[in-house]
């Protein structure tokens, strides 16, 4: 057995370093271990990361290209060459007849990596194209993040350990980031006390001292009570926002309107709650704020995140161990201009080569929209947009309005079985890249260990291939799509890793390095890289970029029991759709391994909300809306707030249905975000 360094590149918080083993006789990868250089994931990998060596080996990878059959709806092994020219001959048919932009291409999160920019090179050089713009998963605080501090980053992982109050603030880090509840349990066990607010009662929970569940979607408001009972109980920092705050009279006129009664009235915390709440922040400090992006889902949710963060900004509770807001930490994505989400998600590099960009929230409504030129194509990798993204119906019948879909993929996902060629994709052990992370701040190597399977080529080299077909030059190409062999990948990798001395490929292979310039205690220098300098609570761009207030007012979100509409009345239960430790989104949960844990989707309803629909524990109902509907298996649980219900999201239309059969394809208020949670649905019993 050879062990191997190497690191998790899926999209989630602990994007954990492993020791992988490899059994070099029989080319199986076959341990996976913790690698405890990596301060922030030391203890071993979570059950997907172990899953892993049932997902390289798994009888059911896609191996070879594929092409749907005429006959029916299966498909039919074919090969590399009949794959490629098929492709070009589509795209080039499509450029000349239609114009370079009609082909979207689209990209998820299923993997990180340097190479994962070398699509992008290759449709720019094709002429053009469309692509999608904004982001599933957390841009709204990314957003709210840099209009208030000025940029996305927070402590290291392991100083949360410092803290006197942590508040994990719609996040569920037990699920989602296991690795963070390590350092979450040795605080608790030193005495620091845990507050949890989620409508749900997930077990990040188990150990709190105070559980808040309060209405979906009004997290605002409660942050606007609890800043109330604080500046009116003088428990605030006056020296800090002198220094370091903008705009605190504006604020603090606002929120002395804001009453914690009115607020108890909007969130269903009872105003007591809120006092409490507002009390533990003065007598704790430090206090870690652990806001998750479960809760940035709703229409309002920019503007909840700087309401939040408002509470350490007039705490003082910014800039200091054990202290801050742990939203993203982007100090290792040293490649990219992540920073400010608007400059990195669209495209648009003045470069000449004209892009179209579309909403990926609203991907199926901008693609059936788009007129200029119309879409006849889709090129789909390291996504899943028919299970994952909002408004599912709409998708599909996006997808199938085109003449011809492309989807490179390791499984027979939902958006592999509507494509007309489906070309394999490697797996994180057949090709090195450099990754970053987003909650602690080391660059990791992902090392190849094993060569793919003898049909299965990495997307660098599909566009490599597909590149000398269409012609394009050696200089064109140089330094963009790096040619087939490890040592072209090895150079290009080298390459990017120039600018930093301290990065070399030699020194990756032997483990995590700090990002270069890492903050432990970020802000610690007091520097806010906003227009003022200042943490802003009054931000002019907010207004600016996005037409909202510059102060973080509330405002319910589009879909609420409380705004009198034909849908409120006929739904009248929120619908959540967070993540689970059993998969990453869709991903896993076609494994045997994991399978065993979570064998089908249920759906989770508060007792009071059964028993008034006359719905007993097991049995079967449908959850549904005017945009569709899915029919599962109820359990019934306290754990819920009464008024929610919830499916954990990710499982597959083959699985029964995607949860986002219900989901409305729209923005949030800031980020161009996917507001999922703005989601009402009604529950009833299916007879038998
Ligand atoms: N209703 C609802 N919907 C949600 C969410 C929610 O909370 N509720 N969450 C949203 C969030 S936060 C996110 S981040 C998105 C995620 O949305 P996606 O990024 O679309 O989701 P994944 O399910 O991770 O799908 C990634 C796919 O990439 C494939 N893949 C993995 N590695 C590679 C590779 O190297 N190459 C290629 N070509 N393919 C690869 C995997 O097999 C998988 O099918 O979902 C969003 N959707
Ligand atoms: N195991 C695992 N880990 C993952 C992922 C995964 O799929 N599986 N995905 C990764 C990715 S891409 C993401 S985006 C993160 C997401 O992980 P988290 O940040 O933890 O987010 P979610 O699981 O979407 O939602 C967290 C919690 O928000 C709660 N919530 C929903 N609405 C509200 C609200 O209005 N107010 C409050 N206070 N709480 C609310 C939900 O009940 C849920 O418990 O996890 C990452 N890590
Ligand atoms: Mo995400």
Known sequence: MKMYTTACPRNCYSTCSLHVYLDEENKRICRIQANPDNKATPKGACLRGLSYVERQHSPDRILTPMKRKNSDNGFEPISWHEALDTIIGKIQYIKETFGPQSVLYYY???????????????????????????????????????????????????????????????????????????????????????????????????????????????????????????IKNNTIDH???????????????????FSSEKAAEITDVPAAYIHRLAEYIANNSPVSLCPGFGMQRYTNSGQAMRAMMALLAITGNIGKPGAGWLYANLQSSIFDVVKDPIAFFPPEKPD??????????????????????????IWVERGNPITQNPETHTVLKAFRSLDFRVVVEQFFTDTAREADIVLPAKTMFEQSDVIGAYWHPYVQLKQKIIDPPSQVKPESEIYWLLAQRMGFSPEDIADKIPGPTDQEITAFLEKKLEPFPGLSLERLRQGPVLAPGTQEVAFSDFKFPTPSGKIELYSKEASQRWGLDPLPVYAEPMESVRRPSKESKKYPLYFMTPN????????FNNLKLIRQFSPKPVLDMNPEDAAKRGIKAKDKVKVFNDRGSLELEVHIDFSMKSGCVSVTNGWWITDGGTVNFLSFGRETDMGHGAAFHDNLVEVEKIAR
């Open 352 to 377: 000449g080569i004209v892009r179209v960009s579309i909403s990926t929230s609203r991907l199926g409504q901008d693609m059936l929209a788009q007129k200029n030129p119309p879409l006849k194509m």
């Open 580 to 587: 689970t430790k059993n998969r990453t989104h869709s991903q």
């Open 108 to 230: 998820g999160s299923g993997t990180k990596g340097l190479l994962n920019a070398v699509g992008g090179e290759f449709w720019r050089l094709f002429g053009g194209y469309t692509t999608t713009y904004g982001d599933l998963c957390w841009p709204a605080g990314l957003e709210a993040t840099r209009l208030t501090l000025g940029e996305n980053k927070h402590n290291a992982p392991w100083d949360i350990e410092n803290a006197r109050l942590i508040i994990l603030w719609g996040k569920n880090p037990a699920e989602t980031n296991v690795q963070q509840m390590r350092s979450i349990d040795r605080a608790v066990e030193k005495g620091t006390k845990l507050i949890v607010i989620d409508p749900r009662r997930t077990i990040s929970a188990d150990r709190a001292e105070l559980l808040i569940q309060p209405r979906p979607g009004t997290d605002g408001a409660l942050a606007l009570g609890m800043a109330h009972v604080l």
């Open 239 to 257: 020296e800090f926002i002198e220094k370091y705050v903008l705009g605190f009279q504006e604020y603090e006129q606002m929120v002395l309107e």
